[in-house]
């Protein structure tokens, strides 16, 4: 299939391309260099609100900007659907903790739309201990601006760092996971003690009987009793919240046997599920593990319907990933509108896209001097070490471990990504093939 | 069975590298990460495994191949012939090896250190480790300590229950005891974790041979004066430490502390706080599993 570079091929962080940085110190102390990326812009969320209009990104300096999608000009075909920015705001400061001694960071791990009610969008952002809810006004004819503003804050009930939050279809409650506990809440309240406490509580009772950390949780797209969290040894839950309060007891477990022939020293870390997503259907899992994307039938709970190999190549060079700590990369993982298509990102910007029906899959690159605007992406290839290279191949031992695709989006009815790599966030669109087949 | 054709480094270089990401973890912004240490913790596992295992392989060869020199010399004393120099090693591990004491796969603190047998010899570098009771001068651990260092209990004969080492070992050793909070520095010592002394590399046959050190360790540290203990310890193992050369050591003391400190149980060391339920580990000291979770926990 092919994507074209939609209109607007890239977009530059909030604070000014890093080529045009005057060399003052930024507040962070470091000296804006020609390729020195500043790591306060580097873009740690993505995501599209119900409708595709909308599109947030959450940075490690704690900022959130969101961009609108400008309706469609007949005069101007080529504007079509371009994504602007509509607003810029702080959305969580650095933080200590001096009873424990904590610095907490203010890096966006994740940021949730709610459905729109009213006039006003409202989103929920979070760092590693505190939830907020914004309210995102529509931009009225009359207004200069957006102000966006802190409805709620959802602070001091997690202990461990907050991985995943997910909205439920109900729209009144919403889960925050952590690496030991999932919290349900009620987006009106805010005080801990009339929130649901604990509907998953994995702390042992002795702190040396762990084995496993929950990785990532997501409610049911329809079901508001269903929820699924993944683990650090690549199972998933899913669990029922009407059989009782504390779902300790999962409904389904979703786990594949591991193969005693390939066991190494980073079994654990590989297998490690990083993120997992419902398909818009309901009817399917999509998890990421280090090297894997698997798709799961929720009637299916010994083995994965279909597994796709991100990079398989990097198999053999796990002792060196291990080495540098890009083994504890987390990268996420998409369906398209239709769920045929999951896209996942992998290292040197690249990123993958399978398709479930025709079993195709294309390697794509997000970076400026590989795409012009408006040009059709080309599809690269990873050659193995020493194996035949064609032509704009490329060798794992060329690959830059420094560049990685961790957070990936989609529009949820048309064929539009958006893709983070490091600081900068480009949008493809498929201008062909705009309706989702 | 882990397969480690495809790993580059060898089980020790792990063990090392996945300690420093441990230590590190506890500087980096945003507070100790659960989920990596953990993962890390299962890699350091799987190193041990692959290491204990090669020792295992290691020692029984040693010991084959010091049967058949026993049957040599028995056949020798029948026919007076001069003995090697390397007979005469062999057969002082061979003793080392066997006599030890039967608790504890992980030297502790009361063993020889034949490795300091004539460091030219190839043999020495794998040299057995063991407690020796029958040294005067050795101070009986106490049994609680074995089960901290204890690795897996297998039951294994004597002989084999002494991972080989190599010479490369820690020239001293700081220990805090929480009880006494006396700090211990022991010349010539080895860590209740081969893996450790391994990971460090200090002072390889730097020292004078053949020495009997007497080691004293404290009990394994619970932290229930956490920090400012922690932090005493560290300052005055740096103290100790300072006329040592090894620029490496520095980092490497502070590895150690951290492991004696991680005998104890892993939610005395996730919290922060003083915690009164956190009792002297003597009690809550456990196998392997326990050591490499504890290390998750700070």
């Known amino acids: ?437 | 069975m882990i397969n480690t054709m495809e790993c580059a480094v060898d089980a020790q270089s792990l063990i090392s590298i996945s300690l420093m990401k441990i230590h590190n973890s506890r500087t980096q912004r945003g507070g100790i990460k659960l989920h990596k240490n953990l993962l890390v913790s299962y890699v350091l596992r799987n190193a041990r495994q692959v290491y204990i295992k090669e020792k295992y392989a290691e020692i029984y060869r040693m010991q084959q191949y010091e049967e058949v020199m026993t049957v040599c010399n028995e056949i020798q004393e029948l026919n007076p012939l001069e003995l090697d120099a390397e007979d005469a090693d062999d057969e002082e591990q061979a003793r080392a090896a066997c006599c030890g004491e039967e608790a504890s796969l992980c030297g502790t603190a009361c063993h020889r250190d034949a490795a300091q047998q004539p460091a030219a010899h190839g043999r020495a570098e794998s040299a057995l480790h063991g407690c020796s009771p029958l040294e005067d001068d050795h101070k009986e651990p106490e049994p609680s300590y074995y089960r901290s260092c204890c690795m897996e209990a297998s039951p294994v004969s004597h002989c084999d229950q002494f991972p080989a080492n190599s010479s490369a070992h820690c020239n001293k050793t700081t220990v805090l005891d929480l009880d006494t909070h006396v700090v211990t520095t022991v010349e010539n010592g080895y860590l209740h974790q081969d893996c450790c002394c391994d990971a460090l590399q200090c002072g390889q046959s730097a020292q004078s041979p053949a020495k009997k050190r007497k080691v004293e360790f404290g009990c394994c540290i619970s932290d229930v004066e956490e920090v400012s203990d922690f932090t005493a310890a560290r300052k005055r193992a740096k103290r100790e430490d300072c006329s040592y050369s090894n620029p490496d050591y520095t980092d490497t003391s502070n590895i150690s502390n951290l492991i004696s400190i991680f005998g104890s149980g892993f939610s005395g060391l996730l919290s922060r706080q003083a915690d009164l339920e956190q009792i002297c580990s003597k009690q809550v000291l456990a196998s392997l599993g326990a050591w490499t979770r504890a290390i998750v926990a700070f």
């Open chain 1, 1 to 437: 299939m092919a994507v074209r570079c939609g209109a607007l091929p890239e977009i530059a962080p909030p604070m000014g391309e890093d080529t045009d940085a005057t060399p003052t110190l930024n507040h962070r102390g470091f000296l804006p260099d020609h390729n020195y990326v500043t790591e306060a812009d580097i873009i740690s969320t993505v995501e599209f609100n119900h409708t595709g209009e909308l599109l947030a990104t959450g940075d490690k300096g704690g900022r959130v900007v969101i961009f609108q999608r400008e309706p469609e000009s007949k005069t101007e075909p080529f504007s079509q659907g371009e994504y602007n920015v509509y607003s810029t705001f702080q959305s969580h400061e650095p933080e200590f903790d001096y009873l424990k001694s904590l610095e907490i960071e203010e890096k966006i791990n994740k940021i949730r739309w709610l459905p729109q009610q009213n006039a006003a969008h409202f989103l929920l952002s979070t760092n590693d201990k505190t939830i907020k809810l914004w309210k995102v006004p529509v931009l009225m004819p009359m207004d200069l601006m957006v102000e966006v503003s802190p409805r709620r804050v959802f602070a001091n009930a997690h202990t461990y760092h907050v991985n995943s939050i997910s909205v439920n279809s109900d729209y009144e409650t919403y889960m925050s996971a952590d690496d030991l506990r999932i919290n349900l809440w009620h987006l009106d309240i805010t005080d801990r003690s009339f929130s649901i406490l604990y509907i998953v509580d994995i702390k042992p009772a002795n702190m040396e009987d762990l084995t496993e950390v929950i990785t990532a949780a997501e409610f049911h797209p329809h079901h508001c009793n269903l929820f699924v969290y993944s683990s650090s040894k690549g199972t998933l839950r899913l669990c029922d919240m009407r059989e009782a309060a504390l779902c300790d007891k999962h409904s389904k477990l979703f786990e594949e046997p591991e193969d005693p022939s390939a066991r190494s020293f980073f079994s654990e870390i590989i297998s490690s599920v990083s993120d997992v997503k419902f398909s818009h259907s309901g009817r399917y899992l999509l998890t990421r593990d280090y090297l894997t994307a698997k798709v799961w039938d929720l009637n299916m709970e010994s083995k994965p319907l279909e597994t796709y190999q991100v990079h398989d190549y990097l198999r053999s060079k796990l002792c060196s990933l291990y080495e540098n700590d890009c083994i504890f990369d987390k990268f996420e993982c998409a369906w398209n509108g239709s769920d045929s298509v999951i896209m996942t990102g992998a290292y040197n910007n690249f990123f993958r896209m399978f398709d479930r029906n025709t079993k195709r899959d294309v390697t794509l690159e997000a970076s400026r001097e590989s795409s012009k605007p408006r040009a059709v992406l080309k599809p690269r290839r990873v050659c193995a070490a020493g194996g035949k290279r064609r032509k704009d191949d490329i060798s794992v031992d060329s690959l830059d471990f420094t560049k990685k695709i961790l957070h990936t989006a989609w529009h949820p009815s048309e064929n539009i990504i958006a893709i983070a790599a490091t600081n900068n966030l480009y949008i493809f669109q498929d201008k062909l093939n705009s309706e989702m087949h």
